[in-house]
Nanobody, 116 residues
Framework: QVQFAESGGGFMQSGGSLRLSCTASGSILSIYSMGWYRQAPGKPRELVATIIRGGSTAYTDSVQGRFTISRDNAKNTVYLQMNSLKPEDTAVYYC??????????WGQGTQVTVSS
């Protein structure tokens, strides 16, 4: 079992920045990767960014160069720094952890709203 504490969502004007945080607890030694997904109204959930155990990162094309995922192993925390925000980034953002066993765990989600 993995539990999360998410924070950092909110309201921002276009061009602004926000930072999301996700602190994991529980079976953290079994975590292979952590990442952020998002879901906008009427759209499927999509991967935004992920960071694997070895430190490699991956991003969806629409956020490449604007968002940065990072982690603090000592705090069991993953961050998503979101710069140059656009209205199309508006969504509920979910923290995700994938275990070595391929199990998925999800945070409760945090709303990000970007106004034009």
């Amino acid at each position: 079992q993995v539990q999360f504490a998410e924070s950092g969502g909110g309201f921002m004007q276009s061009g602004g920045s926000l930072r999301l945080s996700c602190t994991a607890s529980g079976s953290i030694l079994s975590i292979y990767s952590m990442g952020w997904y998002r879901q906008a109204p009427g759209k499927p959930r999509e991967l935004v960014a992920t960071i694997i155990r070895g430190g490699s990162t991956a991003y969806t094309d629409s956020v490449q160069g604007r968002f940065t995922i990072s982690r603090d192993n000592a705090k069991n925390t993953v961050y998503l720094q979101m710069n140059s925000l656009k209205p199309e980034d508006t969504a509920v953002y979910y923290c995700n952890a994938k275990l070595d066993s391929n199990q998925d765990y999800w945070g409760q989600g945090t709303q990000v709203t970007v106004s034009s």
